[in-house]
T-cell receptor
Framework: GDSVTQMEGPVTLSEEAFLTINCTYTATGYPSLFWYVQYPGEGLQLLLKATKADDKGSNKGFEATYRKETTSFHLEKGSVQVSDSAVYFCALSDSGGGADGLTFGKGTHLIIQP | GAGVSQSPSNKVTEKGKDVELRCDPISGHTALYWYRQSLGQGLEFLIYFQGNSAPDKSGLPSDRFSAERTGGSVSTLTIQRTQQEDSAVYLC?????????????FGNGTRLTVT
């Protein structure tokens, strides 16, 4: 079945540091890939997405490129801020169908220190 | 309100009691999902409703869990005879249709604590 593996946290960085959160996936079809972010006390919000190979999703300074050859969708940001502290979830939606919507990774807790 | 609304935001209950959690999806969204978020476990799919079709209940962990969606809108997740391992954040999400290439819109969740 489909699965998503992302690096475990917490990841602690200083403000203005470069961020990478790794995400790899397995899927039977041709999935769309997503990054969701969950700020403290809130639900998940879509951060960015990519629907086909080599697409790059970007939002709020974050980027991720859909790499089919390495089955990866790593999240990057050049200069993080304290306000980026949150839990980040990588997810996929398989075009092969299935009623369970999105398959999520376990989440990576990011802590940015001033 | 433009977003997915869940109530209550927090619920503390005694072991063995029944609880009901409510979700109001975004108007016009035909797909509705319930997930459970436990510490260190990510998101666990519970149940999916799509329009008037029979729901996909394949993620429900036991027969103590049930859900219904009335009139294709509001949904209620019911947990009977709660156990301590049911303590988690229960998230509801909706989308226009199947979420392929689209995103899910999540509520803020209900934090359930079973004592």
């Amino acid at each position: 079945g489909d699965s998503v593996t992302q690096m475990e946290g917490p990841v602690t960085l200083s403000e203005e540091a470069f961020l990478t959160i790794n995400c790899t996936y397995t899927a039977t079809g041709y999935p769309s890939l997503f990054w969701y972010v969950q700020y403290p006390g809130e639900g998940l919000q879509l951060l960015l997405k990519a629907t086909k190979a080599d697409d790059k999703g970007s939002n709020k300074g974050f980027e991720a490129t859909y790499r089919k050859e390495t089955t990866s969708f790593h999240l990057e940001k050049g200069s993080v801020q304290v306000s980026d502290s949150a839990v980040y979830f990588c997810a996929l939606s398989d075009s092969g169908g299935g009623a369970d919507g999105l398959t999520f990774g376990k989440g990576t807790h990011l802590i940015i220190q001033p | 309100g433009a977003g997915v609304s869940q109530s209550p935001s927090n619920k503390v209950t005694e072991k063995g009691k029944d609880v009901e959690l409510r979700c109001d999806p975004i108007s016009g969204h035909t797909a509705l999902y319930w997930y459970r978020q436990s510490l260190g476990q990510g998101l666990e799919f519970l149940i999916y409703f799509q329009g008037n079709s029979a729901p996909d209940k394949s993620g429900l962990p036991s027969d103590r869990f049930s859900a219904e969606r009335t009139g294709g809108s509001v949904s209620t997740l019911t947990i009977q005879r709660t156990q301590q391992e049911d303590s988690a954040v229960y998230l509801c999400a909706s989308s226009l249709s199947h979420p392929i290439r689209r995103s899910l819109h999540f509520g803020n969740g209900t934090r359930l604590t079973v004592t």
